[in-house]
């Protein structure tokens, strides 16, 4: 093992190739080196102090790709999350067949990945304070929505909506899974029609938007959150920016469907590192029902300490 | 006749077209400038029809039209993608694809509907959601999640027709409905063909393949459980002759809004809920959920 391992060369910080970096960026695991070279600013930073911090570079502060087992680790208190809805597995409702059989292609996604499909759902504590979580895997067929994870999306707004706790859903996908053509389609109705129930009946719905999430996704519940968080740097937003430059016939601006980009436009409420994603959670999570016990002396004391 | 009829009978008569048809052609008769636009449709459907323009935000997006209009003596709402006739026209609607304040623009009329109590009529015509710079950053992915969204809370009944393409969330965006009828000819589906093409083959010129598996024609979706009947057009296509396929369309607007006005709201809204619920196919503890339950095995 090497004490210095390269990822693959990129192109440099807010250079044209830049753009991209997050999604050629997806497939760089942080390598098993002692040191590795950052994706982005391309500086050599300590592995340990990366993943300290949540597998963000200390020196440009890029948020590297996390499975969803680090999130779930990242985001619930040790020892909670309680996955459901676990067993609900994908058809091949069109019988699609590309350059591979798409029921063959959710095999070597399961295999890469060691999950079922590409979002996990289940309760858990946050910072202390009951939650629904569900997280996205961009390394599952893009952490595309096709049936399953449009049901599990579903079954997640239920049951919040049964145990009244708050909804925390963190998204990063390429957006509807074509192999399951129009089924994907309607999983934007579906997930945003219980996403409106969600509002009825006055449950938080927090949504968290990384790096990418893209389509049917971002246009669908994703964009439908109470409160809209992204982290650094996500790209996000409806189409890809390759085919929005092949439309339009035109180099895309500086910064553009970044998620600094979508807060400018006041289509996100904040931008938060990873580092402070759970405290944050959890704070939106007491405002929301400040008679909460919990929440109660954690507001108090919040407010002792101010000043 | 009456929607069970009008179902069976699409059943029937879609085998002898289809062999005459291919997915491709069909495609091609969808996109075809000699197919009626929605204002065709409206102004043979309707009468004084009164188009409504603006989100009362930003700009009044010409690919959406919207307005009231009256049928049979009762008033309704109106909403569709317009593709434009003329190149200049087609142009200046950007070929109905529409920015995020076409679609708000919509919303407000669903609205409006809803505090007059009118029904709602659709027309979805659209290639998708325009990709561009200012489409998102004036926040496409909001504008198409909330009109879903809002759809399922509009308290009065909605009835969509997919008149020619029904491209993804852009069609969506005004496509749920209690009711959802395609012409014969249209299609719809979650990603167009060429795109579809390029992103498994890196070829978009194998769109035509891409076409085929996608299942996006009206018999496709019959079949999947995703509409709820599909509306005859002439031979050739519905530009050859329209009236067969305006008196189909004027008895299921008619038939739709005397069935659904007997409803309560609450009862609306849960059955269009419900509805949309059920488009969806996996396998849970060795049970597999489909719409049609016998088709998978």
Redesign the interface.
Known sequence: MGWLTRSKPQGTPGGPEDRTAGEAGRKVRIPEGLWIKCTVCRQIVYRKEVERAGKVCPKCNYHFPITVEERIEQLSDPGTFEEFAG?????D??H????HRYPDRIKSAQKKTGLKEAVRIGDCLISARPAVLGVFSFDFMGGSMG??V??KV?RGVERALERRVPLVLVTSSGG?R?Q???????????T??????L??AGVPYISVLSDPTF??V???????GDVIIAEPRSL????GPR??EQ??K?Q??EG??RAEFLLT???LDMVVERGRLKETLALLMCLFSPGDRICSSALSEAGDGGG | MTETKLKKNSKRNIPQQENKLSVWERLLLARSQERPTAMDFIQRLFTQFVELHGDRNFRDDPSILSGIASFEGKSVAIIGHQKGKSFKDRVTRNFGMSHPEGYRKALRIMRLAERFHMPIVSFVDTPG?Y???E????????A???N???A??VKVPIIVFVIGEGG??GA?AIG?GDRVYMLENAV????SPE??AT???GDSTRAPEAAE????TAP??LR?G?IDGIVPEAEGGVHKDMNKTLSTMKALISETIESLSAKTPRELLDER?QK??G???????AR?H?PPASL?T
């Open positions: 067993d609900i597995e994908p058809v409702p069109l699609f067949v590309d350059s049936s399953v449009g049901e579903v509807a074509m399951e053509g129009i089924f994907s389609l309607m999983q934007m109705a579906r945003s029609a219980a996403v409106g129930r509002h009825e389509g049917g971002t246009a669908s519940f994703a964009m439908l996000i937003g409806f189409a085919v929005i439309t339009i035109q895309l601006p553009f469907q436009h006041g289509f | 959601a990709p561009g710079i489409a998102e950053e004036r926040g496409q992915v909001e198409v999640a909330r879903i969204m809002e399922f809370d993804s969330g969506l749920v719809y589906s979650v990603i795109a579809c992103i498994l083959w598996r996608l299942q996006m496709d979706l999947l995703i809920y949309f619920q488009m969806v196919a996996y396998r849970e503890n597999t489909f998978l």
